[in-house]
C-alpha cells in the first residue's frame, strides 16, 4: 500500500513538474515573440524612415531645375515653338522671361548666401598661392587672421548652409523664438487731496 502511495505521489509530482515547465516554457515563447515583433517593428520604422529621407532628398536634389525647368518649358508657347504661324503675346512672354529670372536670382542668393560665409580672408589666401612670388609669410599672417575669426566665420556658414537646407525642403524651418511682452508699468497713484482751507 505504501509503495503505491510512492509511486502514486511520484506521477502526481512529474505531473505538476510537466505542468509547471509547460507553462514557464510558454511565457519564454510569448516573451520571445514579443521581442521578435518589437524588433520587427523598429526594423520596419526605421526603413520607413530611410525611405521618406532618400525621397525627401531626391526631391532636394531637383527642386531647383525643376522649377526652373517649368518657367523655361512655358517662356513661350509650344505651337510657337513649333515654328506654326501663331505669334507670342509680347506682353505675356516678357512676364514669362522676368518670372525666370527671379526664380534664377532667388537661387543665386541662396548659393551666394553660403558662398559668402567664406569671404575675403579665403579669396586673399587663394590669391597669395597662385602669385608666383608667394610670400610665406603673407600665407602665415592670412592663416592667422583666419584661426582669429573662425568662430564668427564658422557661425555664418553654419547659418548660410541651414538656410539653404531649408529652401530646398531637407529641414523645417526653424520656429520663431516666442519673446513674452513686457510688463505695464504700474498706474500712478492718484495725488492726495489738497488739505482743505482753513476757515477764518
Known amino acids: 500500500m505504501d509503495s503505491m502511495k510512492s509511486i502514486l ?12 515547465g509547460y507553462w514557464y516554457g510558454m511565457l519564454k515563447v510569448d516573451e520571445v515573440n514579443q521581442q521578435l515583433t518589437a524588433m520587427t517593428q523598429q526594423k520596419t520604422l526605421a526603413q520607413q524612415n530611410a ?9 532636394a536634389i531637383k527642386k531647383w531645375s525643376t522649377e526652373l525647368g517649368k518657367l523655361v518649358m512655358v ?12 505669334v507670342p503675346d509680347p506682353a ?3 512676364d514669362s522671361a522676368r518670372a525666370l529670372l527671379a526664380a534664377r536670382d532667388g537661387i543665386r542668393v541662396s548659393l551666394d548666401s553660403a558662398r559668402a560665409a567664406m569671404d575675403s580672408d579665403f579669396d586673399a589666401l587663394a590669391t597669395e598661392l597662385g602669385n608666383p612670388k608667394m610670400a ?4 602665415e599672417q592670412i592663416l592667422q587672421v583666419l584661426q582669429q575669426t573662425w568662430p564668427d566665420k564658422q557661425k555664418n556658414l553654419d547659418a548660410a548652409t541651414r538656410a539653404l537646407l531649408v529652401e530646398l525642403g531637407i529641414l523645417p524651418p526653424e520656429k520663431p523664438v516666442a519673446t513674452m511682452a513686457p510688463t505695464a ?8 487731496s489738497a488739505a ?4 477764518e
Not at 9 to 20: D, S, T, Y
Not at 51 to 59: E, F, H, I, P, Y
Not at 75 to 86: E, F, R
Open 196 to 199: 482743505p482751507d482753513a476757515k
Open 51 to 59: 525611405d521618406r529621407l532618400t525621397m525627401a532628398n531626391q526631391v
Open 92 to 94: 505675356k512672354m516678357v
Open 9 to 20: 505521489f511520484v506521477v502526481v509530482g512529474l505531473l505538476v513538474g510537466a505542468a509547471g
Open 136 to 139: 610665406p609669410a603673407k600665407v
Open 185 to 192: 508699468a504700474p498706474a500712478a497713484a492718484p495725488a492726495a
Open 75 to 86: 517662356s513661350v508657347p509650344a505651337d510657337v515653338q513649333a515654328t506654326s504661324p501663331a
